[in-house]
């Protein structure tokens, strides 16, 4: 299945980063390095968000970002875990299920209906572009940022993609 190869992609990235993040985070200037830390917390946040409204369980977070900033090892521990829920549930979950759709209230308060499919397709989207604005502070301090594009992850991953005549 397509999605179970994006999440483990969104995984990689997402632990390629916080590995360039961490040695190089002492680096950063004090606002660059709080908001590479909130940036990819508030993801996270927005991840465990959508797990519990597909799982159908209370969420754990009232807003979109948690108002005290985690420190680089508590922020791996949730994006690991969020990230392997997301993985296990990708391979396994079934075309009708991924067709169900969920009524819930977004945390300002407006209400939403979205599929299934559709939460993983903005989960994707959204860690992507979040990623790519704390690789971004990297850049602006002149640190070493990852190349963490899905076509690299791939061939990492399924090395015979290098087999070719």
Request: glycine fraction near 4%; proline fraction near 2%; charged fraction near 25%.
């Given at each position: 299945?397509?999605?179970?190869?994006?999440?483990?992609?969104?995984?990689?990235?997402?632990?390629?980063?916080?590995?360039?993040?961490?040695?190089?985070?002492?680096?950063?200037?004090?606002?660059?390095?709080?908001?590479?830390?909130?940036?990819?917390?508030?993801?996270?946040?927005?991840?465990?968000?959508?797990?519990?409204?597909?799982?159908?369980?209370?969420?754990?977070?009232?807003?979109?970002?948690?108002?005290?900033?985690?420190?680089?090892?508590?922020?791996?521990?949730?994006?690991?875990?969020?990230?392997?829920?997301?993985?296990?549930?990708?391979?396994?979950?079934?075309?009708?299920?991924?067709?169900?759709?969920?009524?819930?209230?977004?945390?300002?308060?407006?209400?939403?209906?979205?599929?299934?499919?559709?939460?993983?397709?903005?989960?994707?989207?959204?860690?992507?572009?979040h990623r790519g604005?704390?690789?971004?502070?990297?850049?602006?301090?002149?640190?070493?940022?990852?190349?963490?594009?899905?076509?690299?992850?791939?061939?990492?991953?399924?090395?015979?993609?290098?087999?070719?005549?």
């Amino acid at each position: 299945m397509q999605f179970a190869k994006a999440f483990q992609y969104k995984q990689w990235a997402n632990t390629e980063l916080l590995h360039f993040g961490e040695r190089q985070l002492s680096k950063l200037p004090d606002n660059d390095r709080e908001f590479f830390l909130r940036i990819l917390n508030h993801t996270t946040v927005v991840d465990s968000l959508f797990i519990s409204r597909i799982l159908g369980e209370p969420e754990r977070y009232t807003a979109d970002n948690t108002v005290e900033t985690p420190t680089l090892s508590k922020l791996r521990d949730t994006m690991h875990q969020n990230d392997t829920w997301l993985v296990n549930f990708t391979q396994s979950v079934s075309e009708e299920a991924l067709k169900r759709v969920i009524s819930f209230t977004f945390v300002d308060g407006n209400t939403g209906q979205l599929s299934v499919e559709e939460i993983l397709i903005h989960l994707l989207t959204h860690g992507s572009n979040h990623r790519g604005m704390a690789s971004r502070v990297l850049t602006e301090n002149n640190l070493e940022r990852p190349k963490d594009t899905f076509t690299r992850y791939l061939h990492q991953a399924e090395l015979s993609r290098r087999d070719v005549a």
